[in-house]
């Protein structure tokens, strides 16, 4: 699988510390940046890989600020992305069975490399159930992003 990510200043670290497990999992990265700790905008690095994944051009994004909070409410905002805020294996694995998440947001003040690792591992394998009850919860969220999209 091709993965997009991005980072801000508060998440370049962890960022660069998963590229070499995803890739060592077979994946490809796009790394969209950021790489260094000055302060930039998080929106920006979410719209670059969000856009992506969105496009089909990426399989999957994951997305890294310190909290994850706000990378979460700007990937949220681009039509076709699914991006779920984890911090714990769980999390990890129901929001891929049950949500069908294309994007992963994580927070580097939230939690240590070792946990994010185990999460970002478990998020990639893990396939989307296709049960009936959530593909039909997964085709309202669609619906609810037609409903209030803006068309010109």
């Not at 909290?67 to 699914?82: D, E, L, Q, S, Y």
Request: aromatic share 6%.
């Amino acid at each position: 699988m091709k993965i997009a990510m991005g980072a801000d200043h508060a998440g370049y670290r962890l960022k660069d510390e998963l590229k070499p497990l995803i890739e060592s999992l077979g994946h490809e990265v796009q790394d969209f940046g950021c790489s260094c700790a000055d302060s930039v905008d998080y929106p920006d690095y979410a719209l670059a890989v969000c856009e992506k994944v969105a496009a089909g051009e990426a399989d999957k994004g994951i997305l890294i600020c310190g909290t994850g909070i706000g990378m979460t409410i700007a990937a949220n905002k681009v039509p076709g992305i699914r991006c779920a805020l984890v911090h714990d294996l769980f999390s990890a694995k129901a929001t891929r069975e049950h949500n069908d998440s294309n994007v992963l947001a994580l927070g580097e003040r939230v939690i240590g490399p070792g946990v994010a690792q185990e999460i970002v591992k478990i998020w990639l394998e893990t396939e989307f159930s296709e049960g009936e009850r959530h593909r039909n919860r997964v085709n309202k969220v669609k619906a609810l992003e037609d409903k209030y999209a803006v068309h010109p």
